[in-house]
């Protein structure tokens, strides 16, 4: 039986569905979508992430440098 989608799904779900990770789920997408056009609350927080990522991925190449030199820095931390 479906069943409608909660809040705290809905949340969870909204940073796999903009990275396009739902795609292949399409029963989720629409639960997801549904839940968004009915609660604005959820809605809200779906262009908090938007925003969010759209950001991390127009900076990937920074973030990338900065995973790469704080990773070499735990590295080198690590005792032999
Ligand atoms: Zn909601």
New binding site residues.
Partial sequence: MERPM??KQ??ILSAPHILGDLDNDPLRCGQLEA??L??S??AQTYEDFQETIGFVLDHKAEFAQAFKKARAIEENAVPA
Avoid: V
């Fill in positions: 909660d809040c809905a949340q839940h968004l009915g609660c609350e959820c």
